[in-house]
C-alpha cells in the first residue's frame, strides 16, 4: 500500500505560482501512474493532470498550460508546478495512484486518499 503526503500548499495572489509535492512510500512507485486532484468547495474531486511511470502526461483542459506534473521516481515525489493562478483554482489538492481505463481513458484512484494541501487563490 502506497502512503502519500502532499505538501506546498498556501495563499497566493492571482497570477501567481506554486510547486506542490506529494512524497509517496511504497517500493513500486516507479511502475504507478500518479495523477493529482483537487476539490473545491461544495464541488467533486476533480482530476487535474497525470503522469505516468514513462513521464507522459495528461491535463485537465482547464490547467493546460498552466500547471505541470513531474516526477523523480529517486526520490518517489510527484510535484505539481502551478503558474497564472486564477481564484478558480483554489481548492485541497490531492495526489494518488491511479490506473487509466483503456477503454474511456478515465482515471481511476488506486490509494487511500491523504490529507491534501490547501491551495488559496486571491484575486
Known amino acids: 500500500q502506497v502512503q502519500l503526503v502532499e505538501s506546498g500548499g498556501g495563499l497566493v495572489q492571482a497570477g501567481g505560482s506554486l510547486r506542490l509535492s506529494c512524497a509517496a512510500t511504497?517500493?513500486?512507485?516507479?511502475?504507478?501512474?500518479m495523477a493529482w486532484y483537487r476539490q473545491a468547495p461544495g464541488k467533486q474531486r476533480e482530476l487535474v493532470a497525470a503522469?505516468?511511470?514513462?513521464?507522459?502526461?495528461n491535463y485537465a483542459d482547464s490547467v493546460k498550460g498552466r500547471f505541470t506534473i513531474s516526477r523523480d521516481n529517486a526520490k518517489t515525489t510527484v510535484y505539481l508546478q502551478m503558474s497564472s493562478l486564477k481564484s478558480e483554482d483554489t481548492a485541497v489538492y490531492y495526489c494518488?495512484?491511479?490506473?487509466?481505463?483503456?477503454?474511456?481513458?478515465?482515471?481511476?484512484?488506486?490509494?487511500?486518499w491523504g490529507q491534501g494541501t490547501l491551495v488559496t487563490v486571491s484575486s
Open positions: 494518488n495512484t491511479v490506473r487509466q481505463l483503456r477503454s474511456t481513458g478515465t482515471y481511476i484512484p488506486l490509494g487511500a
Open positions: 511504497g517500493s513500486i512507485f516507479g511502475l504507478n501512474t
Open positions: 503522469i505516468t511511470s514513462g513521464s507522459r502526461t
